[in-house]
């Protein structure tokens, strides 16, 4: 899975990094300055590397389900199940991203005293 991770989750693994590196960007920056500003900034983020990964993923699925007439008919379930896990390779690294930034978040907050903001 590994081997081709990016490569084999298609044209959304590009706007889901680029929020992602955003997101881990602000989010340092909130744990270096922690500003109200940088907070919502990073809520807002995450919300849309979320978004961009989920976009990504349902896409893919739609179109490996929407080329799948193209494929004899004792194909088309391993056809669609390939398609599908290569689809989810957007979500997963929306996810990856996430966590890193949710873990940086919660250490900044513990080194503060539980406050995120």
């Known amino acids: 899975m590994w081997s081709n991770f990016f490569a084999a989750g298609g044209w959304g693994m ?3 990094m680029v929020f992602g590196f955003l997101l881990l960007a602000t989010t ?3 744990a270096l300055r922690p500003e ?3 907070h919502r900034l990073t809520v807002a983020l995450g919300i849309t590397t979320f978004a961009s990964a989920l976009l990504g993923t ?7 389900a929407r080329y799948l007439e193209q494929v004899p008919p004792a194909e088309q379930l ?3 199940a ?4 290569e689809s989810l390779h957007n979500l997963v690294l929306g996810l990856i991203i996430i966590v890193l930034a949710a873990l940086i978040t919660a250490a900044s ?3 503060r005293g539980g406050s995120p903001a």
């Open 58 to 64: 349902t896409v893919g699925i739609c179109n490996s």
């Open 82 to 85: 390939l398609g599908c896990e």
């Open 78 to 80: 391993q056809t669609l």
């Open 36 to 38: 109200p500003r940088f």
């Open 109 to 111: 907050a513990a080194r």
């Open 14 to 16: 590009y706007p889901t």
């Open 28 to 30: 340092v920056l909130h």
